[in-house]
């Protein structure tokens, strides 16, 4: 079963607007960690941010921003004031410290935003 | 500067062969991971490794073999049993002794079967 569900497929925006991409997860385990990744098209991860079970603060870094929220599941990421260089597949990953996976991470299928001048 | 190193980053294969990637990593990092990128799939977990001459297969291991000799070292074999080996691949590794839980990806190698 898909732990991790990005249901946005791809996004498409044009400069400037506010994007947020969703990203919905499941778990059992108490203690977890949420990830997100970019992918430019060169194909590397770029780390963005890590968030553990127990903090639900919610994060803003520059025109970035997260919000967590154990009640719904979800760890959603906004970007304000897109730029095309924000053009990127966008990861969601969870790591659970209780898998048997070796602290694998479990991605979700991703979202393509596409940021037009 | 520490950090993984995948190569090649393009690898063309026949049908019938069989093909290794490398995956070196100068980080100390215990636990390393080979993952495989489909376009609209994500990225799923083929096999990974927490100590030396250990492994584990992921979610898609099928066709698939790896070594753990060297703590540095995860590289992985493509064998002809792979149906559909064309792919993006993709390895990370981690300190397990880190309570970051920071992975570290590496660039990535292309596999064409032509």
Not at chain 1, 18 to 26: I, K, Q, S
Not at chain 1, 40 to 67: A, K, M, T
Not at chain 2, 39 to 54: A, C, E, H, K
Request: net charge negative; glycine share 6%.
């Amino acid at each position: 079963a898909q732990k991790v569900t990005q249901a946005q497929t791809e996004i498409s925006v044009v400069e400037k607007e506010d994007v947020t991409l969703d990203c919905v997860y499941e778990t059992r385990d108490t203690t977890y960690y949420l990830f997100w990744y970019k992918q430019p098209p060169s194909g590397e991860l770029v780390f963005l941010i890590r968030r553990n079970s127990f903090d639900e603060q919610n994060e803003i870094s520059g025109r970035y921003s997260w919000n967590f929220q154990k009640s719904t599941s979800s760890f959603n990421f906004t970007i304000t004031a897109s730029q095309v260089v924000d053009s990127a597949v966008y990861f969601c990953a969870l790591s659970e410290v209780n898998s048997n996976s070796g602290y694998a991470l479990n991605f979700g299928k991703g979202t393509s935003l596409l940021v037009t001048p | 500067d520490g950090g993984i190193t995948q190569s090649p980053k393009y690898l063309f294969r026949k049908e019938g062969q069989n093909v290794t990637l490398s995956c070196e990593q100068n980080l100390n990092h215990d636990a390393m991971y080979w993952y495989r990128q489909d376009p609209g799939q994500g990225l799923r977990l083929i096999y990974y490794s927490q100590i030396v001459n250990d492994f584990q297969k992921g979610d898609i291991a099928e066709g698939y073999s790896v070594s753990r000799e060297k703590k540095e070292s995860f590289p992985l074999t493509v064998t002809s049993a792979q149906k559909n080996p064309t792919a993006f691949y993709l390895c990370a590794s981690r300190n397990l002794g880190s309570e970051l839980y920071g992975y570290t990806f590496g660039s990535g190698t292309r596999l064409t079967v032509v």
